[in-house]
């Protein structure tokens, strides 16, 4: 029979506090401390200058939100911390230098990204998935012993992300969401303290999203996440703090409400400076939605 993939079977189903515990730590472990540090970031295609002068700070504990118009230079951010793209200036992780080391290593060293379009391996289960994934972070002598034995870290990334009852299933038949999730739980087997996820809810229906917020919060206390994101009613649910970028630079960075009230993120969005008249009605911000208007 095949198995129908529901978002109730999914990550909005709340894992039990010991799972989401044990995989992610508590407040206490060692990586309370851990920060993304990025100075003087400057990417560079040919005579075209994708990202420039960017500095940026994330903490635990902060989901940090990365917006800005197409083109402005997010993605390219992404791929110069996880070594996709050759940059100069520093993005520090845990204390290492990343900028200049191969991607293997980079990933070694506790930093994950997903893509915009999920990249899991189809034909396989989702535990064959997460098994091979932690199984790239125990290395091959290590999964000989474990071959036979699901690994707690596997077991506990099921959980957290609500594919326990779809671990026999294979990974293309997954709804878009699940395929989004397991990306999520294949990084988190891997040990990433750093997550930078790329329009991880482009495409999901609202109970997915909504799933995927409340997983992204459970994660983001615990270690470093920076999401890529266009969905502005997303990121108003859900983000700690925003950055926004504009023509390879950061334009501005604070709460949600500070820069939706931003007078340049404002004219960057709606194409033309921002009146200096008094509103006659509750203006709409740049980051409002019909919705809201
Ligand atoms: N490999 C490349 N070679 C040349 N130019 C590139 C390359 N990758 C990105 N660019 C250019 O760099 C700029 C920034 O692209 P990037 O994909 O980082 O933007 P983005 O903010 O992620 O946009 P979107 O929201 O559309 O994904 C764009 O002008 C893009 O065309």
Same mark, same amino acid.
């Given at each position: ?5 529901? /978002? ?10 010991? /799972?989401?515990?044990? *995989? ?109 994934? /932690? ?24 959980? *957290? ?20 999730? *397991?990306?999520?739980?294949?990084? *988190? ?93 509750? /203006? ?10």
């Amino acid at each position: 029979m095949t198995h129908v993939p529901t /978002a109730e079977t999914a990550a909005g189903a709340e894992p039990t506090g010991t /799972a989401a515990e044990a *995989l992610l730590g508590t407040d206490s472990t060692r990586f309370r401390h851990d920060y993304l540090e990025v100075r003087g970031l400057r990417v560079a295609f040919g005579g075209f200058v994708a990202v420039r002068d960017v500095d940026l700070t994330v903490t635990q504990g902060d989901l940090r939100f990365l917006i800005g118009p197409n083109g402005a230079g997010k993605t390219t951010l992404i791929d110069a911390v996880t070594g996709l793209a050759s940059a100069t200036g520093s993005a520090r992780f845990g204390g290492k230098e990343l900028l200049g080391r191969g991607t293997h290593r980079i990933a070694r060293d506790g930093v994950g990204r997903t893509f915009q379009t999920a990249s899991v391996f189809e034909e396989l289960t989702v535990l064959q998935n997460l098994d091979i994934a /932690a199984g790239a972070r125990r290395g091959p002598l290590t999964m000989l012993r474990r071959r036979g034995a699901v690994p707690e870290a596997v077991e506990q990334a099921l959980e *957290l992300v609500g594919l326990t009852a779809l671990r026999d299933t294979a990974a293309g038949v997954l709804a878009h969401g699940q395929k989004q999730w *397991l990306e999520i739980g294949m990084l *988190l087997v891997q040990d990433a303290h750093l997550l930078l996820l790329d329009e991880p809810v482009a495409g999901m229906t609202h109970a997915e999203r909504e799933a995927t917020g409340e997983l992204l919060r459970r994660i983001g206390s615990q270690r470093v996440v920076v999401v890529v994101e266009h969905d502005m009613d997303f990121l108003r649910s859900f983000a700690d703090s925003v950055t926004v970028m504009h023509q390879g630079q950061v334009l501005a960075e604070g709460t949600v409400a500070e820069v939706q009230n931003d007078p340049a993120v404002v004219e960057v969005y709606l194409g033309s400076p921002v009146s200096t008249e008094p509103p006659t009605t509750q /203006a709409a911000g740049p980051l409002t939605t019909q919705e809201d208007a």
